[in-house]
């Protein structure tokens, strides 16, 4: 089964504050995922990665940046957190081979204040 | 517009009663994920499928590329059964289109 942590569960930031949003998986995956989930939307994806030390764009990109440091870990960060930021994020881990089956972590709810 | 349309939105069911939700794609969409966000908002995977159908107990799913949906069939409803499906689609290399979800209900 599938292995994906995120720390904080839960964050309150301040408007033009930094946060770090951080994953872990022991899948033992090539790929990683961020995504955001706002009330009553499906899932946008902000960043993803295919290999450490390297980050894609998703298709919401902006105000976001990613950092993939070894396989296992990948962090979200908001350099200058804004109030459109709060939100729900879901971290997610796949393997390679043509099938990209994602696994999610259990979230993170971030309000910015 | 959505490029990943699912239908419908919300839905109550009888225990022990069947459903179908759908996704349309607008997208030219290769696999599908079903998902199952529960009340404590944790996603679980319930189906990953390239064209064709899977089952897994009272869970049904299919997926017609050419046609551009997706089915997801659900037998015997049961209260465990409640949250918000969603469906994703891929189209293109890591291109991911989620719906908005169907809220699902199950009433004793």
């Known amino acids: 089964e599938a292995a994906v942590t995120q720390s904080p569960r839960s964050k309150v930031a301040v408007t033009g504050g930094k946060v770090t949003l951080s994953c872990h998986q022991t899948?033992?995956?090539?790929?990683m995922y961020w995504y955001r989930q706002d009330t009553g939307h499906g899932l946008r994806l902000i960043h993803y990665s295919y290999v450490a030390d390297s980050t894609e764009k998703g298709d919401i990109p902006d105000g976001y940046k990613a950092s993939r440091p070894s396989q296992e870990n990948f962090s979200l960060i908001l350099e200058l957190a804004s109030l459109s930021q709060t939100a729900v994020y879901f971290c997610?881990?796949?393997?390679?081979?043509?099938?990209?089956?994602?696994?999610f972590g259990p979230g993170t709810r971030l309000t910015v204040l | 517009g959505d490029k990943v349309k699912q239908s419908p939105s919300a839905l109550s069911l009888q225990e022990g009663t069947n459903s179908a939700l759908r996704c349309n794609f607008s997208?030219?969409?290769?696999?599908v994920q079903w998902f199952l966000q529960n009340p404590r908002g944790s996603l679980m995977n319930l189906f990953y499928?390239?064209?064709g159908t899977k089952e897994n107990g009272r869970l049904k799913s299919a997926f017609d590329s050419k046609e551009s949906y997706s089915t997801l069939h659900i037998r015997d409803a049961q209260l465990e059964d409640s949250g918000t499906y969603f469906c994703?689609?891929?189209?293109?290399?890591?291109?991911?289109?989620f719906g908005k979800g169907t809220s699902l209900t199950v009433i004793p």
């Open positions: 997610a881990s796949s393997d390679w081979g043509g099938a990209y089956e994602q696994y």
């Open positions: 994703a689609a891929e189209a293109g290399y890591q291109n991911f289109y």
């Open positions: 997208i030219a969409a290769t696999t």
């Open positions: 899948n033992n995956h090539d790929y």
């Open positions: 499928l390239v064209p």
